[in-house]
């Protein structure tokens, strides 16, 4: 009968990476209040592009809402990421497993 070696488990223990893992948290809280912002600029300077270029009044206002769409949605996903990423270090410090060890019977 030939021995199979368990699947080693996916989830690593977090490290602590002291001041340099706060300053991740730092960049990506920024990253967040930039987006927004950012996304509305490039909406509205591409509206106002496409408005002076072809002559159509509401390329402006459909720039600057696809901006904020955008915008948004990149927020979301960036709060549901950061959510996932705090959720499997609560599960990491505490040591909690989903009840997988890996091995076989």
């Not at 002291?18 to 927004?36: D, F, H, R, T, Y």
């Not at 300077?45 to 408005?51: A, K, M, P, S």
């Not at 990491?92 to 009840?99: L, M, V, Y």
Request: aromatic content about 6%; glycine content about 12%; some cysteine.
């Amino acid at each position: 009968m030939p021995f199979h070696n368990p699947i080693p488990e996916s989830r690593q223990p977090a490290k602590s990476s002291g001041g340099l893992g706060s300053l991740v948290e730092a960049e990506k809280l920024m990253q967040i209040a930039m987006v927004m912002p950012s996304a509305v600029l490039v909406g509205w300077g591409l509206g106002y592009l496409g408005d002076h270029k072809l002559h159509l009044r509401w390329m402006t206002a459909s720039g600057v809402i696809f901006g904020c769409v955008a915008g948004l949605v990149y927020v979301i996903q960036l709060a549901f990421a950061a959510e996932r990423a705090s959720q499997r270090r609560d599960t990491s410090a505490t040591g909690q497993s989903d009840g997988s060890s890996g091995s076989q019977p």
